[in-house]
């Protein structure tokens, strides 16, 4: 038996076919019994997800993970969650966003073009803080300005944009920092389809690529500024039927091949060499069914005898049923890695200095990794962490230590305010971006060294560290630009390091310290997650060799020399970890000391509920490309499938808003169908009222039993509730007696208009006489009468019907109050005959009505009568054809056929454009056969 033997996943529906409940197994041991994990989501009456509770708030003690409000168009409006806080968007008329608030206290007010394009933002009352500009008309057709963005300033700085490709690609920018002096320019040029022939960064190094007919990197060069020759960087490529690299020869002559299982394309074997006898890389990976990667065998690290043990190079995984890593086994260095940041090179590479180690993991309920164990001779120990009952930010813990206040650890948004315990702040900006980590907290009046971070459009372009001596000040500064990286220095180093794919280019302008070679060429062996592991130069020689934990500690790392060492950025899953030990991804930053994120994901739930959760906890399987969606690593994302990937997101939220649109729409259409059928046939028998007397008889007997019979169930109902009452009289005389007459005549009404809700429905009420206002458009699709509400709004609509701004509603205003007045008069003069009187007196009433209706009815109908009922009735047939064309349209906008199919047993045609249009047509033939009526003069009519 394995762990994953009878743990499946049930999803409950509720009757429109909603997901109500999700049922999930765990079982972390084979043999061990399966625990049942229940997340919780509710929907609103238009079938949108309003409430979301994973297994560990399941109970309702906590707020939910995630609750949204949407707009009359189901977009989200306000969404709060207990890990990111809320934020609040506010729309204009054509959807565009007008106005943003958030939990910390942040407001961001957005001025729009006519086309409806951002121009501006103004963000706490501070105005245009963010300004963009646009090309008119007027603009030079030769650089394909014209409507495109032109210049955008940020706090960062200004970028402008100075020509276009056909496909709207830019072609040139130039880039000026707030923090920086200078201008940066970059160009570009592409090839028909969009790729990227040549690059010309701001320093002026030039990447030229070739491409092959599928539109796959060939070949790339990099050309110095200053130097009239290129160099390979990628001398050759290849790529199997599925689009995956298979080998490809790096310009330092290393040759690099992957192998695939045919079967499902999975990636078994990485192999990289200059000489076939002495490969510099010899990855083997091992799968279980699901995909899950179970070992990864190093055949360049052979087996060793170390102190006692017997290390291979060989890594063993383990899951639970959740496909969550709880065991990982490998080597790792000297002195394990337990604060952030790197531990100190071994020099010179030896890879004999390796120790066995074996890790288990073990997470709660909400997907939160709370606990490490580290065991290794020696070296054993255990990381907690302690999870906010109500949310699922985390801080680390041990035993002893007292119960963590969570506000202090974390901002309104679950923005980690601190790295360690008692040390390291860290300060974030208004939209929730790292502005500022403190590296090292002075006691001796100099102030704290730290590292400053600056971004535009949610990219990080500028970063600056200080450190502070009592002598002097140390400056680093990097900006960050399309294909370079400045570096520079207070001791005056000034360096740029050109970043190509696969490799990196060192180019000092100044400071080079003499032990590196002057143009440094630095190729990257990376493992299936992208993690640098060898550093090799131009010459093949390995610079660096970095092993990694699972969750992108550094196991084990070594160097030819610390200072070659100092100057590699880029380690686990390709990202850049910086001064404070944090990895930066792009839209957040990872802690791999804590296996967490230290802030919630931007993006939402995309990856759960758990907004923290690295990678859902399966390291080994996936990877994160820039921190807010993780992706199986044999497909990583470039960036333009990043795009893509947005650009399906928002699609795939526009048709589900269209969906939800569609449906609100039909059950809109299909109700005025149905009041309009209702008024059709009310009409039909109005007009043979007003020309037949056997028909005119026969519907004054139908309305006055109606309302007699209304009347007979409310008195019936007053009494029984009025014999119940009577018991409070007896317990508490005075204020039982007063609660009792409210207590009946409360049930009275009740009744009543419970029955004046289904004869409305039924039209065993409907006026004798034939009233054209009853047939217009105006009632009954622009107003949406109340007719075809639930019972509550029913009630709701008709008192509000009552109010005297009209002539009619004041005449319904007198009649109600007249009747209450009577009724509670009666309790007051005569108790006993009290609920008599009130009956008699009601039925009075009606009967007053009705004879109104009697007397309207008698003789045939007015010229005027007749053209205003003909009027209505065309502008009603009209309307529902109209109606009909605009669902129409929301069925094509929305993309499907058909909606409303879930059935309880088995699937419905549901309603189609089709079924919508056959339904319209039997009701306007209805209205249709009324109209003739009206204007024919005849007593008897058959339908043809």
């Given at each position: 038996?394995?762990?994953?033997?009878?743990?499946?996943?049930?999803?409950?529906?509720?009757?429109?076919?909603?997901?109500?409940?999700?049922?999930?197994?765990?079982?972390?041991?084979?043999?061990?019994?399966?625990?049942?994990?229940?997340?919780?989501?509710?929907?609103?009456?238009?079938?949108?997800?309003?409430?979301?509770?994973?297994?560990?708030?399941?109970?309702?003690?906590?707020?939910?993970?995630?609750?949204?409000?949407?707009?009359?168009?189901?977009?989200?409006?306000?969404?709060?969650?207990?890990?990111?806080?809320?934020?609040?968007?506010?729309?204009?008329?054509?959807?565009?966003?007008?106005?943003?608030?958030?939990?910390?206290?942040?407001?961001?007010?957005?001025?729009?073009?006519?086309?409806?394009?951002?121009?501006?933002?103004?963000?706490?009352?501070?105005?245009?803080?963010?300004?963009?500009?646009?090309?008119?008309?007027?603009?030079?057709?030769?650089?394909?300005?014209?409507?495109?963005?032109?210049?955008?300033?940020?706090?960062?700085?200004?970028?402008?944009?100075?020509?276009?490709?056909?496909?709207?690609?830019?072609?040139?920018?130039?880039?000026?920092?707030?923090?920086?002096?200078?201008?940066?320019?970059?160009?570009?040029?592409?090839?028909?389809?969009?790729?990227?022939?040549?690059?010309?960064?701001?320093?002026?190094?030039?990447?030229?690529?070739?491409?092959?007919?599928?539109?796959?990197?060939?070949?790339?060069?990099?050309?110095?500024?200053?130097?009239?020759?290129?160099?390979?960087?990628?001398?050759?490529?290849?790529?199997?039927?599925?689009?995956?690299?298979?080998?490809?020869?790096?310009?330092?002559?290393?040759?690099?091949?992957?192998?695939?299982?045919?079967?499902?394309?999975?990636?078994?074997?990485?192999?990289?060499?200059?000489?076939?006898?002495?490969?510099?890389?010899?990855?083997?990976?091992?799968?279980?069914?699901?995909?899950?990667?179970?070992?990864?065998?190093?055949?360049?690290?052979?087996?060793?005898?170390?102190?006692?043990?017997?290390?291979?190079?060989?890594?063993?995984?383990?899951?639970?049923?959740?496909?969550?890593?709880?065991?990982?086994?490998?080597?790792?260095?000297?002195?394990?890695?337990?604060?952030?940041?790197?531990?100190?090179?071994?020099?010179?590479?030896?890879?004999?200095?390796?120790?066995?180690?074996?890790?288990?993991?073990?997470?709660?309920?909400?997907?939160?990794?709370?606990?490490?164990?580290?065991?290794?001779?020696?070296?054993?120990?255990?990381?907690?962490?302690?999870?906010?009952?109500?949310?699922?930010?985390?801080?680390?813990?041990?035993?002893?230590?007292?119960?963590?206040?969570?506000?202090?650890?974390?901002?309104?948004?679950?923005?980690?305010?601190?790295?360690?315990?008692?040390?390291?702040?860290?300060?974030?900006?208004?939209?929730?971006?790292?502005?500022?980590?403190?590296?090292?907290?002075?006691?001796?009046?100099?102030?704290?060294?730290?590292?400053?971070?600056?971004?535009?459009?949610?990219?990080?372009?500028?970063?600056?560290?200080?450190?502070?001596?009592?002598?002097?000040?140390?400056?680093?500064?990097?900006?960050?630009?399309?294909?370079?990286?400045?570096?520079?220095?207070?001791?005056?180093?000034?360096?740029?390091?050109?970043?190509?794919?696969?490799?990196?280019?060192?180019?000092?302008?100044?400071?080079?310290?003499?032990?590196?070679?002057?143009?440094?060429?630095?190729?990257?062996?990376?493992?299936?997650?992208?993690?640098?592991?060898?550093?090799?130069?131009?010459?093949?020689?390995?610079?660096?060799?970095?092993?990694?934990?699972?969750?992108?500690?550094?196991?084990?790392?070594?160097?030819?020399?610390?200072?070659?060492?100092?100057?590699?950025?880029?380690?686990?899953?390709?990202?850049?970890?910086?001064?404070?030990?944090?990895?930066?991804?792009?839209?957040?930053?990872?802690?791999?000391?804590?296996?967490?994120?230290?802030?919630?994901?931007?993006?939402?739930?995309?990856?759960?509920?758990?907004?923290?959760?690295?990678?859902?906890?399966?390291?080994?399987?996936?990877?994160?490309?820039?921190?807010?969606?993780?992706?199986?690593?044999?497909?990583?994302?470039?960036?333009?499938?990043?795009?893509?990937?947005?650009?399906?997101?928002?699609?795939?939220?526009?048709?589900?808003?269209?969906?939800?649109?569609?449906?609100?729409?039909?059950?809109?259409?299909?109700?005025?169908?149905?009041?309009?059928?209702?008024?059709?046939?009310?009409?039909?028998?109005?007009?043979?009222?007003?020309?037949?007397?056997?028909?005119?008889?026969?519907?004054?007997?139908?309305?006055?039993?109606?309302?007699?019979?209304?009347?007979?169930?409310?008195?019936?109902?007053?009494?029984?509730?009025?014999?119940?009452?009577?018991?409070?009289?007896?317990?508490?005389?005075?204020?039982?007696?007063?609660?009792?007459?409210v207590i009946g005549f409360a049930a009275k009404k009740t009744i009543s208009l419970l029955w004046d809700y289904a004869a409305e429905r039924t039209g065993a009420s409907a006026s004798i006489k034939f009233k054209a206002s009853r047939v217009s458009a105006e009632k009954i699709i622009k107003k949406a009468e109340y007719k075809t509400m639930s019972p509550l709004n029913y009630i709701e609509q008709k008192y509000a019907k009552m109010l005297p701004d009209t002539q009619k509603g004041a005449l319904k205003g007198l009649k109600e109050s007249t009747s209450t007045a009577i009724s509670l008069g009666a309790k007051q003069i005569t108790p006993s005959m009290a609920a008599e009187v009130s009956a008699t007196a009601?039925?009075?009433?009606?009967?007053?009505?009705?004879?109104?209706?009697?007397?309207?009815?008698?003789?045939?109908?007015?010229?005027?009568?007749?053209?205003?009922?003909?009027?209505?009735?065309?502008?009603?047939?009209?309307?529902?054809?109209?109606?009909?064309?605009?669902?129409?349209?929301?069925?094509?906008?929305?993309?499907?056929?058909?909606?409303?199919?879930?059935?309880?047993?088995?699937?419905?045609?549901?309603?189609?454009?089709?079924?919508?249009?056959?339904?319209?047509?039997?009701?306007?033939?209805?209205?249709?056969?009324?109209?003739?009526?009206?204007?024919?003069?005849?007593?008897?009519?058959?339908?043809?």
């Amino acid at each position: 038996m394995n762990v994953h033997r009878h743990t499946p996943a049930l999803t409950v529906h509720d009757s429109r076919g909603l997901p109500v409940r999700l049922v999930e197994y765990l079982r972390q041991v084979a043999g061990e019994a399966a625990q049942a994990l229940v997340s919780r989501h509710l929907h609103d009456l238009a079938g949108r997800l309003v409430t979301q509770r994973d297994p560990r708030l399941f109970d309702g003690a906590s707020p939910p993970n995630l609750q949204t409000i949407y707009t009359l168009d189901a977009r989200p409006l306000w969404v709060d969650s207990v890990d990111a806080g809320w934020r609040l968007m506010l729309p204009g008329l054509g959807g565009e966003e007008r106005q943003r608030w958030n939990q910390r206290g942040n407001h961001w007010q957005y001025e729009h073009d006519l086309l409806l394009r951002v121009i501006a933002v103004t963000e706490n009352a501070q105005a245009r803080t963010e300004c963009y500009t646009y090309a008119d008309h007027n603009a030079n057709a030769g650089f394909n300005l014209r409507g495109s963005l032109t210049t955008q300033t940020d706090p960062s700085g200004n970028v402008v944009f100075g020509s276009y490709s056909l496909l709207g690609q830019g072609m040139s920018e130039t880039r000026t920092f707030a923090d920086a002096t200078g201008t940066f320019t970059t160009q570009r040029h592409y090839d028909p389809l969009g790729n990227v022939l040549q690059l010309t960064d701001a320093g002026g190094h030039r990447q030229q690529s070739q491409y092959d007919v599928a539109g796959q990197l060939q070949q790339l060069s990099l050309q110095l500024a200053g130097s009239d020759t290129a160099q390979p960087v990628v001398s050759e490529t290849r790529y199997n039927a599925d689009g995956q690299l298979i080998e490809q020869l790096a310009g330092n002559g290393v040759r690099r091949s992957r192998h695939y299982d045919p079967a499902d394309g999975r990636l078994l074997h990485l192999l990289a060499y200059k000489d076939p006898a002495a490969p510099l890389q010899d990855l083997h990976y091992v799968y279980d069914p699901a995909g899950n990667i179970l070992s990864i065998e190093d055949h360049t690290l052979a087996t060793v005898y170390f102190a006692n043990q017997r290390v291979d190079g060989n890594r063993h995984f383990v899951y639970d049923s959740f496909y969550r890593l709880i065991e990982s086994r490998g080597f790792e260095g000297e002195t394990p890695q337990q604060s952030p940041g790197l531990p100190l090179p071994i020099q010179p590479i030896d890879p004999g200095r390796r120790f066995n180690y074996r890790e288990h993991y073990r997470h709660d309920e909400g997907n939160n990794l709370v606990e490490l164990q580290h065991v290794r001779e020696g070296h054993n120990f255990t990381q907690q962490m302690i999870i906010d009952p109500h949310s699922n930010r985390g801080v680390r813990w041990k035993t002893g230590d007292p119960e963590p206040v969570f506000a202090e650890h974390f901002d309104l948004h679950g923005n980690q305010l601190r790295l360690q315990p008692g040390t390291q702040p860290l300060l974030w900006d208004n939209r929730d971006q790292l502005a500022c980590a403190t590296l090292l907290q002075h006691s001796n009046g100099l102030p704290d060294d730290k590292e400053i971070y600056r971004y535009s459009q949610g990219e990080r372009v500028y970063k600056c560290s200080l450190s502070h001596t009592p002598s002097v000040t140390h400056r680093r500064e990097v900006l960050y630009l399309p294909g370079l990286e400045i570096h520079a220095r207070s001791d005056g180093q000034h360096l740029h390091v050109i970043v190509l794919p696969g490799a990196r280019c060192l180019h000092w302008l100044s400071g080079r310290p003499p032990e590196l070679e002057e143009d440094q060429l630095r190729y990257s062996l990376d493992d299936h997650l992208g993690s640098c592991a060898l550093e090799l130069d131009h010459r093949a020689g390995v610079i660096s060799l970095e092993h990694y934990y699972p969750f992108g500690g550094t196991a084990w790392w070594a160097a030819r020399s610390a200072l070659e060492a100092s100057y590699k950025t880029i380690h686990y899953s390709g990202q850049e970890m910086d001064a404070s030990g944090l990895y930066y991804y792009g839209a957040r930053y990872y802690a791999p000391w804590l296996q967490r994120w230290i802030s919630a994901d931007p993006a939402g739930d995309v990856d759960g509920l758990n907004l923290y959760a690295f990678v859902g906890n399966n390291p080994t399987g996936f990877i994160d490309a820039d921190g807010q969606a993780l992706t199986d690593f044999l497909q990583p994302e470039t960036r333009e499938e990043h795009d893509l990937r947005k650009a399906r997101g928002a699609e795939q939220n526009r048709l589900r808003r269209a969906r939800v649109e569609l449906s609100s729409q039909v059950e809109r259409h299909l109700n005025i169908l149905a009041l309009s059928l209702r008024r059709g046939l009310d009409a039909q028998q109005q007009i043979l009222n007003h020309r037949t007397t056997s028909d005119f008889a026969g519907s004054t007997l139908r309305r006055g039993a109606t309302h007699i019979t209304g009347q007979v169930f409310a008195y019936g109902g007053a009494i029984a509730v009025g014999i119940g009452a009577q018991a409070l009289g007896a317990a508490a005389p005075g204020v039982g007696n007063v609660a009792g007459v409210v207590i009946g005549f409360a049930a009275k009404k009740t009744i009543s208009l419970l029955w004046d809700y289904a004869a409305e429905r039924t039209g065993a009420s409907a006026s004798i006489k034939f009233k054209a206002s009853r047939v217009s458009a105006e009632k009954i699709i622009k107003k949406a009468e109340y007719k075809t509400m639930s019972p509550l709004n029913y009630i709701e609509q008709k008192y509000a019907k009552m109010l005297p701004d009209t002539q009619k509603g004041a005449l319904k205003g007198l009649k109600e109050s007249t009747s209450t007045a009577i009724s509670l008069g009666a309790k007051q003069i005569t108790p006993s005959m009290a609920a008599e009187v009130s009956a008699t007196a009601s039925t009075l009433l009606g009967a007053v009505e009705i004879g109104h209706e009697i007397a309207g009815a008698v003789g045939d109908l007015t010229a005027e009568k007749i053209a205003q009922g003909e009027r209505n009735l065309t502008g009603l047939i009209d309307a529902l054809q109209g109606n009909l064309s605009k669902v129409a349209n929301y069925f094509e906008t929305a993309g499907v056929n058909a909606i409303h199919t879930f059935g309880l047993f088995k699937d419905s045609p549901g309603d189609s454009v089709e079924s919508l249009t056959q339904t319209t047509q039997a009701v306007i033939n209805e209205l249709a056969y009324a109209r003739t009526m009206l204007r024919s003069h005849s007593h008897k009519f058959s339908h043809v």
